[in-house]
């Protein structure tokens, strides 16, 4: 079954906020189910808070199954100044990816990659090249022209939680440029 997320924006002292949600966490036992925005690679649209809204929002991702709980305990706590703004359910997420190299091994690592996604994770509009060059065979490493090459681009597109996994892992390949992650509603 799919887990739904929503993005919660509360308005207030972020410092305040990590410090009630990390409570909020040790208090209810969970270990995971809220991610700040701010800490992974998250597109939130800052610039249209700047322009919509005033004062400090963050952004929070929140698995449903502690929503309700983590929302009832910021109502509770309206002395810390914690203003809820919004809390959207999210349609879905992903993330572009681009790739170059000219190693087979690199290459391999890539395809290698791409073809064991995780489980929750689908792989949209991918555009892989590979190309061969005999006439550009034995030429060195930082040559202009090279016998093989491949690249290509792609999106990733699925379950919150293991799209930032997986980007971490595309993220650590020096050869891979992972986009940020881009939230749905």
Known sequence: ???????????????????????????????????????????????????????????????????QVFLAAIKRAADLDLELVSDVRVAGTSFEFEFDTVSREVASEIKKLVRTLPAGLELVGYDPKETVD????????YSPVHEYRFRGKGRIAGDFERLLSFHETLAANKFIEAGDITIEH
């Open 1 to 67: 079954m799919a887990v739904t997320y929503y993005e919660i924006v509360v308005k207030g002292n972020a410092k305040m906020l990590k410090g009630f949600v990390r409570g909020y966490e040790i208090g209810s036992s969970i270990k995971s189910g809220l991610y700040y925005c701010a800490d992974h690679p998250v597109d939130t649209r800052h610039l249209r808070d700047i322009l919509t809204f005033h004062g400090d929002h963050i952004h929070l991702m929140c698995r449903t199954s502690v929503r």
């Open 134 to 141: 005999e006439k550009a065979r034995g030429t060195e490493l």
